[in-house]
């Protein structure tokens, strides 16, 4: 068996993650990063995206909605702003979402609002939904 890497990913609500797994893909800011066992240590902010890791034959997705990744020889630590595991997105309450977002920003456009509150809002409505999809 290869070698795991512990991962654990917070929010300021819960612990959504804590085992170890064999391999982990993060949305970071400067592009999308992977880590194994024995990875170098760094530091990476995250972006609103899609993260998802591995455990034998098993792939589990998440959105995360930005935060930060701690990344040690033997430890990722995920530190999100919100995160949701795809069984867990309610998918007519992420299409809701989506249509007010969309709204939202129809508005931003005509009121000059803060278009960049909406278009954040649009991008997590839409992640949700691309995210859910793994689990269907």
Do not use: C, W
Not at 4 to 28: R, S
Not at 38 to 55: A, D, T, V
């Amino acid at each position: 068996m290869a070698e795991q890497i512990q991962l654990e990913v917070v929010t300021p609500d819960k612990i959504l993650v804590n085992e170890k797994v064999d391999m982990i893909i993060a949305p970071g800011v400067e592009g999308e990063f992977g880590v194994l066992a024995g990875h170098i240590p760094f530091l990476s902010s995250l972006k609103i995206g899609e993260m998802y890791f591995k455990k034998g034959a098993n792939t589990e997705y998440i959105a995360l909605s930005g935060g930060y990744a701690e990344v040690l020889p033997e430890k990722v630590t995920i530190l999100a702003e919100a995160a949701e595991k795809a069984r867990d997105i309610d998918v007519d309450r992420a299409k809701r979402a989506l249509e007010r977002a969309q709204e939202r920003l129809r508005q931003a456009k005509m009121e000059e609002m803060d278009y960049a509150r909406a278009e954040a809002a649009l991008a997590r409505a839409m992640l949700r939904l691309k995210v859910a999809e793994h689990h269907r």
